[in-house]
T-cell receptor, first 111, second 114 residues
Framework: GQQVMQIPQYQHVQEGEDFTTYCNSS?????IQWYKQRPGGHPVFLIQ???SGEVKKQKRLTFQFGEAKKNSSLHITATQTTDVGTYFC???????????WGLGTSLAVNP | DSGVTQTPKHLITATGQRVTLRCSPR?????VYWYQQSLDQGLQFLIQ???????AKGNILERFSAQQFPDLHSELNLSSLELGDSALYFC?????????????FGEGSRLTVL
């Protein structure tokens, strides 16, 4: 079936270091969304990418959608303790463009 | 505040019992999604309703059922509960029925089955 693989599963960084999480799909995606879930919280929408090769930035966060629309990445520059949480990607797939979720990358930031 | 309301926030029950989780979507959103999140697990999509009709089904057990009412609120019914059903259940809503719609999540209902 359609899958979205997300790596790494866990990442520990020192505050100030960069962080990247990757999503890879076995099929072409119509779009990809990124969500952040703080510990004890609920997922919160960060961004959506739709176009091939699209790059969007939100302050220290950079989101990319691959040329083939099968992969995506989220890069955080100079992490802060407020970046702690689990980052999920979710890709639209199939004729009904159902969202397929990655398992998430949990980010821990040491101050 | 996402605008999505879920009740109850916490629920403790025994194996074999039945519970109902309730969700009120954001004003104007026609789609309601149910997700299950077990400890240290990702989000497992259960089911989606759009304007009262079932739109998509995920890994929902036969012991579970859901519906969306004319006022667009939704209920997830979990029956013959097992220990493994203990999890955080999220409801999310969106304007559209397709994947291009931003999902707004409620704060979740934490179910503990003893």
């Amino acid at each position: 079936g359609q899958q979205v693989m997300q790596i790494p599963q866990y990442q520990h960084v020192q505050e100030g270091e960069d962080f990247t999480t990757y999503c890879n799909s076995s099929t072409t995606l119509s779009n990809i969304q990124w969500y952040k879930q703080r510990p004890g919280g609920h997922p919160v929408f960060l961004i959506q990418l739709v176009k091939s090769g699209e790059v969007k930035k939100q302050k220290r966060l950079t989101f990319q959608f691959g040329e083939a629309k099968k992969n995506s990445s989220l890069h955080i520059t100079a992490t802060q303790t407020t970046d702690v949480g689990t980052y999920f990607c979710a890709g639209g797939a199939g004729n009904n463009r159902k969202l397929i979720w990655g398992l998430g990358t949990s980010l821990a930031v040491n101050p | 505040d996402s605008g999505v309301t879920q009740t109850p926030k916490h629920l403790i029950t025994a194996t074999g019992q039945r519970v109902t989780l309730r969700c009120s979507p954001r004003s104007g959103d026609l789609s309601v999604y149910w997700y299950q999140q077990s400890l240290d697990q990702g989000l497992q999509f259960l089911i989606q309703y759009y304007n009262g009709e079932e739109r998509a089904k995920g890994n929902i057990l036969e012991r579970f059922s859901a519906q969306q009412f004319p006022d667009l609120h939704s209920e997830l019914n979990l029956s013959s509960l097992e220990l493994g059903d203990s999890a955080l259940y999220f409801c999310a809503s969106s304007v559209t029925s397709f994947s291009t719609g931003e999902l707004f999540f409620g704060e979740g209902s934490r179910l503990t089955v003893l």
